[in-house]
């Protein structure tokens, strides 16, 4: 059975289910780009490549992120053999189900489970283990990575991956103080995960060797026209509400202007929308 519990620093009830049918416009690709730079660049020129034998889970996968950036990298005769993209949001599952329906993996599976509870999947499982910019929305992110160690073969690679400078929350931030500066910022859920640092340790602290744990950092400008554009609409729009708590109906009319005053300002002091990540490689 699958958790519903969500994150209580996430902007809205429901807030993924609400998300799945638009995500991947309105994170302006930046999730999936990411990821697959971390696939080409680092994982398959590590000694742990995935391979046509290899038996990959990306957890809370979203509307199958993961194996979108697999398919997106790997020639069609070196993607893996089998797939699990799970998710605990049944509207994400759906999503991906949708998304990977003509997929050219051999096999994919997409279900409905908790990252940070896996008990219907075997010990020693998967040859890799995706974890994609999730763990800051876990309730108990140390019990998920501990179930990403149990689940993994020895040898085994685990990617995961957490924002260090999440741009929509800056450009959220510039477009409040625009409007009631003398409100609350809206919250980010489990903040400390943007510390140096703190990935390495839960990691660390749930059961990888800290000797098996490779750092990287990746930037990502978002530049093109398209991509600005799903992530305005994304700050613009109802995912954000929480964002304009306390307004007047003047104040939530200037809220879109707002927004597109913030992203400009953003893309002229970085030339696109800068987006900063952690990515964490561990064997077991
Ligand atoms: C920011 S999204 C990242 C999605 C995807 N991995 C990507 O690369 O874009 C976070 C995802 O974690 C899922 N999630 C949150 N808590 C979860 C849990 N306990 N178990 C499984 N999935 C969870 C959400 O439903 C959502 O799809």
């Given at each position: 059975m699958a958790s519903q519990?969500?994150?209580?620093?996430?902007?809205?009830p429901?807030?993924?289910?609400?998300f799945?049918?638009?995500?991947?416009?309105?994170?302006g690709n930046?999730t999936?780009?990411?990821?697959?730079?971390?696939?080409?660049?680092?994982v398959q020129?590590?000694?742990?490549?995935?391979?046509?034998d290899s038996?990959?889970?990306?957890?809370?996968?979203g509307p199958?992120?993961?194996?979108?950036?697999?398919?997106?990298c790997?020639?069609?005769?070196q993607?893996?053999k089998?797939m699990?993209v799970?998710?605990?949001?049944a509207?994400?599952?759906s999503?991906a189900?949708?998304s990977?329906?003509?997929?050219?993996?051999?096999?994919?599976d997409?279900?409905?489970?908790?990252?940070?509870d896996?008990?219907?999947v075997p010990n020693n499982?998967f040859t890799?283990?995706i974890?994609?910019?999730?763990i800051?929305?876990?309730?108990?992110?140390?019990?998920?990575v501990?179930e990403t160690?149990?689940?993994?073969?020895l040898?085994?690679?685990?990617v995961?991956?957490c924002?260090?400078?999440?741009?929509?929350m800056?450009?959220v931030?510039?477009a409040?103080?625009?409007?009631r500066?003398d409100?609350?910022?809206?919250p980010?859920?489990s903040?400390?995960?943007y510390?140096?640092?703190?990935?390495q340790k839960?990691?660390e602290?749930?059961?990888?060797?800290k000797?098996?744990?490779?750092?990287i950092?990746?930037?990502?400008?978002?530049?093109?026209?398209?991509?600005?554009?799903?992530l305005?609409?994304l700050i613009s729009?109802?995912?954000i509400?929480?964002a304009?708590e306390?307004y007047?109906?003047?104040?939530e009319a200037r809220w879109?202007?707002?927004?597109?005053?913030?992203v400009?300002e953003?893309?002229?002091q970085f030339?696109g929308?800068?987006?900063?990540a952690y990515v964490?490689?561990?064997?077991?």
């Amino acid at each position: 059975m699958a958790s519903q519990a969500q994150h209580p620093h996430l902007p809205l009830p429901d807030y993924f289910s609400k998300f799945a049918s638009n995500y991947v416009r309105q994170t302006g690709n930046s999730t999936l780009n990411i990821l697959a730079d971390v696939i080409t660049e680092n994982v398959q020129t590590s000694a742990h490549p995935v391979r046509p034998d290899s038996v990959v889970h990306d957890t809370a996968a979203g509307p199958g992120i993961g194996a979108a950036a697999l398919v997106a990298c790997l020639p069609k005769d070196q993607l893996p053999k089998e797939m699990l993209v799970s998710d605990n949001v049944a509207m994400m599952v759906s999503a991906a189900r949708e998304s990977l329906v003509a997929s050219p993996l051999p096999h994919v599976d997409c279900k409905e489970l908790d990252s940070q509870d896996l008990s219907s999947v075997p010990n020693n499982y998967f040859t890799h283990s995706i974890n994609n910019f999730s763990i800051f929305t876990f309730v108990r992110p140390a019990d998920a990575v501990r179930e990403t160690y149990r689940t993994l073969r020895l040898g085994g690679l685990a990617v995961v991956t957490c924002w260090r400078r999440f741009a929509p929350m800056f450009i959220v931030h510039a477009a409040q103080k625009k409007i009631r500066p003398d409100l609350p910022l809206m919250p980010t859920p489990s903040p400390e995960f943007y510390e140096e640092g703190v990935l390495q340790k839960v990691v660390e602290e749930s059961g990888f060797a800290k000797d098996n744990i490779t750092m990287i950092d990746k930037v990502l400008l978002v530049a093109d026209d398209e991509n600005i554009a799903g992530l305005t609409m994304l700050i613009s729009g109802p995912m954000i509400i929480k964002a304009r708590e306390g307004y007047t109906e003047e104040e939530e009319a200037r809220w879109v202007e707002s927004v597109r005053q913030s992203v400009k300002e953003e893309v002229e002091q970085f030339g696109g929308i800068r987006f900063e990540a952690y990515v964490l490689l561990a064997t077991k």
